[in-house]
């Protein structure tokens, strides 16, 4: 069993700056891939990026350039930092691991195997 617990989310200002952080139980954090999505009120769960141990970050094209993901395997952690912030980018924030067996498809949020709470962030214009 994982459990993803996320922190971070508030309210920033467009152009402004926000970190977000997820913490994961589990002996195989190393192994987990990892993704951040979000949800915006009356839309579609949409992929943020994801990480793993073999490759990536893979981005989303409209945070990318924007947002930066980091995953500290000893801590058992995974960061988001965002950046140049858009009213768009509102939304609340989940942090997604998907175990072995893996599926192909990251962007797909029905791919993942554990969930975290969410967390709003929320950015004004």
């Known amino acids: 069993q994982v459990q993803l617990v996320e922190s971070g989310g508030g309210l920033v200002q467009a152009g402004g700056s926000l970190k977000i952080s997820c913490t994961a139980s589990?002996?195989?954090?190393?192994?987990?891939?990892l993704a951040w999505f979000r949800q915006a009120p009356e839309k579609e769960r949409e992929f943020v990026v994801m990480?793993?141990?073999?490759?990536?970050?893979y981005y989303a094209d409209s945070v990318k350039g924007r947002f930066t993901v980091s995953r500290d395997n000893v801590k058992n952690t995974v960061d988001l930092q965002m950046n140049s912030l858009k009213p768009e980018d509102t939304a609340v924030y989940y942090c997604?691991?998907?175990?072995?067996?893996?599926?192909?498809?990251?962007?797909?949020?029905?791919?993942?195997?554990?969930w975290g709470q969410g967390t709003q962030v929320t950015v004004s214009s």
């Open positions: 997604a691991a998907d175990i072995p067996p893996y599926s192909s498809d990251y962007y797909d949020w029905k791919n993942y195997d554990y």
């Open positions: 589990g002996h195989r954090f190393s192994s987990y891939l």
């Open positions: 990480t793993s141990w073999s490759g990536g970050p």
